[in-house]
C-alpha cells in the first residue's frame, strides 16, 4: 500500500510516531464497528485529505490483519459523507470530486445544514461513529479526545478524531511525504479554508512581486503553524480575562501565590520570587492572602491549586515548569481543573523557535497544557508566552529579573494594575513600647474600619513600625492625627 510504504521508507521519526497513532485509532474503531457502521467526513481540506489516506492505509492493515490478504486497494468502502455548501470555493468542491473518482469513493452529498443532514443520514443508515479530520488547534475541538461521543443536542454516534494531535507541521510533512494531490488553494497561499465569505490567502506567505498582482507562497512554506488560521475573518477576537467577571464581587482583589519546589522547603534555595510577587501585587492594590510553598508533587500541588482557585481572584503559581522529572506543576493545574494535559499545537510553535537543535524527540513533554483551560498571553517581551488557565498564572520565572519581565507584561496584558482603584498606606516609627501602644492602637481600629492596621518590628527592643493603609488619603491623614492625638507630641515619625 502506497501510504504505508512512503511513510515507512521516510526518516522523518516524529512523522513515523504521528502516522502509528493515527492507524491505531483507526484500525481500532474498524475492531470496535462493522464497516457499515463507520462514515467518513470529507470536505476537501487539507486535515480531511490527509484523513482520507490515513484511512485508506487503515483500512487496508485492518484488512491484511483479519484475513492476510496482501491484495492492493482500488475502492474504499467507507461511506463518504460531503455538506456540500453554496459558499464553498469552486477548487474545494472540484478536489473534493476529484479525490472521490481516483480513490473509488462513493461520495454521500448533504446539502442541508451539519446537524440536520445527520439526523437524516443517522435515520437511513446504521452509522455509529464518524472519522473527521479535527486537530487540537481548531476552534472545535476543545475538549474533545481520539473518541468523542457527539455533543448534547447532537444526533448520537462517535466522533472519531484519528488526527486530534496533529500539527499544522505534520499535516504537510505527511502530504509532501506521500506525494499526494491536494486542493489546488493550498498552492496559493490559502493555509486553512472556510467558506468563500470568511476565507482570504494568508498574508504571511504574499510575496513581494512588482506586477501588480498579489503572489503568495504554497501553504507548506508556512514557517509557524500558529498562523495558520491567520487567513480566517476572525468572528470575535476576544481576551477573555478572569478578573473581570465573578471576581469583582469584594472591593479589593485577592491573589495567592504557590511556589512549587523541593529545593525551597529544603533550604537549598532561598525563594525570593514569592517576595517579589507580595510586593508588586500589593503595589498595584491587591490583597495577597495566603503564599505557601509545595513539594515536587502532582497531587500537592493540584489540591493547594484546587483550594486557592476558589477562595482568591487571581492565583499566581511558579517554579516547577519545564521538561524535567520533577516539574509537575501544569499536570497538578491540569487535575486541579478535572482536565488532561494535551498537546498544545500553538505553544509547540513557540518552543520549537526557541529550542529547535535540541528537539530531538517526536514528542515535546513541554507542549503540553491543560486542555480547554488555558490561554496563551503574548508579549513581543517575552520568547514564549505566559501561561494562564483560568484564575490560575502559571509563571515560568527562575530568577526575579526573568520575573520582573513577565510582571511587566502581565500586568501590560491584564487589567492586574488597572481595574482596581490603589492602596494608599503611611508608615510611623515610634519607640513606644508594645503595652503603650496597644490599646490606643485597638481603639483607633474601632474608629477608623475601613483603614487597615499593621504592626511590625525590626528586632524586639528596637522602634515599632505602624503601617495604616486605606483607599482615601485623607482617611488615613485622619486616622494619623487621630492616633497622634492620644499621645505626647513627637513620638511618631512619618517614614514615608
Ligand atoms: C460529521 C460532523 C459531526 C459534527 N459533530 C458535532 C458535535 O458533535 N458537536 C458539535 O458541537 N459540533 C459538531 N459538528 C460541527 C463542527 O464542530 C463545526 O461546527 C463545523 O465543523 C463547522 O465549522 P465552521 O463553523 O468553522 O464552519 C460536526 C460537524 C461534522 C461535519
Ligand atoms: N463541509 C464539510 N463536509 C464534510 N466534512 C466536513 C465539512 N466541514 C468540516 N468537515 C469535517 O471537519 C473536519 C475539520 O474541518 P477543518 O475545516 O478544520 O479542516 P479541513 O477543512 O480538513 O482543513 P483546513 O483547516 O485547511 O480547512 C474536516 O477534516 C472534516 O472531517
Ligand atoms: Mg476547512
Keep these: 500500500m502506497e501510504i504505508d510504504k512512503a511513510i515507512g521508507e521516510s526518516e522523518d521519526k516524529r512523522l513515523k510516531t504521528k502516522y502509528n497513532n493515527a492507524i491505531f485509532i483507526i484500525t481500532r474503531a474498524l475492531s470496535l464497528y462493522s464497516i457499515e457502521e463507520v462514515a467518513f467526513s470529507f470536505n476537501g481540506g487539507k486535515d480531511s485529505t490527509v484523513l482520507l489516506h490515513l484511512l485508506r492505509a487503515g483500512y487496508f492493515l485492518h484488512k491484511k490483519e483479519m484475513s492476510s490478504s496482501n491484495g492492493g486497494l482500488s475502492s474504499f468502502p467507507v461511506r463518504t459523507i460531503y455538506f456540500e455548501s453554496p459558499s464553498a470555493f469552486t477548487e474545494i468542491n472540484a478536489f473534493t470530486y476529484d479525490a472521490a473518482q481516483t480513490y473509488g469513493i462513493q461520495l454521500d452529498i448533504i446539502r442541508q445544514d451539519f446537524k440536520s443532514g445527520l439526523e437524516a443520514l443517522l435515520k437511513a443508515n446504521p452509522i455509529r461513529a464518524i472519522f473527521l479530520g479535527v486537530r487540537i488547534g481548531d476552534p472545535t475541538a476543545v475538549g474533545q479526545e481520539q473518541f468523542s461521543p457527539s455533543s448534547p443536542g447532537w444526533p448520537p454516534f462517535m466522533r472519531v478524531n484519528p488526527i486530534l494531535d496533529w500539527s499544522y507541521r505534520d499535516v504537510w510533512a505527511f502530504l509532501l511525504a506521500c506525494k499526494v494531490k491536494y486542493c489546488s488553494l493550498y498552492d496559493q497561499g490559502y493555509t486553512s479554508i472556510g467558506s468563500i465569505h470568511d476565507t482570504v490567502p494568508n498574508a504571511l506567505l504574499s510575496v513581494n512581486d512588482t506586477s501588480s498582482k498579489e503572489k503568495f507562497k504554497p501553504a507548506y512554506l508556512l514557517s509557524d503553524g500558529r498562523l495558520e488560521r491567520a487567513g480566517r475573518v476572525k468572528k470575535n477576537a476576544s481576551v477573555k480575562n478572569d478578573i473581570d467577571g465573578d ?22 534555595v532561598e525563594d525570593r520570587l514569592g517576595l517579589y510577587l507580595c510586593k508588586k501585587l500589593t503595589s498595584v492594590g491587591w490583597s495577597v492572602q495566603q503564599t505557601s510553598v509545595i513539594r515536587n508533587d502532582i497531587d500537592s500541588v493540584s489540591e493547594e491549586v484546587d483550594r486557592q482557585r476558589s477562595i482568591c481572584d487571581m492565583v499566581f503559581i511558579y517554579g516547577g515548569v519545564g521538561p524535567l522529572h ?29 529550542i529547535s537543535e535540541q528537539c530531538t524527540g517526536d514528542r515535546n513533554e513541554m507542549a503540553q497544557l491543560p486542555e480547554g483551560i488555558t490561554e496563551l498571553l503574548h508579549h513581543e517581551k517575552l520568547s514564549v508566552p505566559l501561561i ?48 503603650e501602644v496597644a490599646e490606643p492602637l485597638s481603639k483607633l481600629g474601632l474608629e477608623f474600619p475601613d483603614i487597615y492596621l499593621g504592626c511590625y518590628r525590626k528586632s524586639r527592643q528596637g522602634p515599632i513600625i505602624i503601617c495604616l493603609k486605606g483607599k482615601d488619603n485623607a482617611r488615613i491623614d485622619s486616622a494619623v ?16
Design 247 to 268: 471576581s469583582q464581587k469584594h472591593e479589593v482583589l485577592l491573589a495567592s501565590v504557590i511556589a512549587v519546589g523541593d529545593e525551597i522547603l529544603s533550604g537549598t
Design 481 to 496: 492625627q487621630a492616633l497622634c492625638k492620644k499621645f505626647k507630641e513627637g513620638v511618631f515619625v512619618d517614614m514615608k
Design 326 to 354: 520533577s516539574d509537575v506543576t501544569l499536570a497538578g493545574v491540569a487535575k486541579a481543573f478535572g482536565v488532561r494535559l494535551a498537546p498544545d499545537e500553538e505553544f509547540e510553535e513557540y518552543l520549537r523557535h526557541l
Design 388 to 435: 494562564k488557565c483560568r484564575n490560575v498564572i502559571v509563571l515560568a520565572a527562575t530568577n526575579t529579573e526573568e520575573l520582573e519581565k513577565e510582571w511587566e507584561c502581565l500586568t501590560e496584558l491584564t487589567k492586574l494594575g488597572g481595574s482596581t482603584s490603589l492602596m494608599e498606606s503611611k508608615r510611623l516609627m515610634t519607640s513606644l513600647t508594645d503595652v
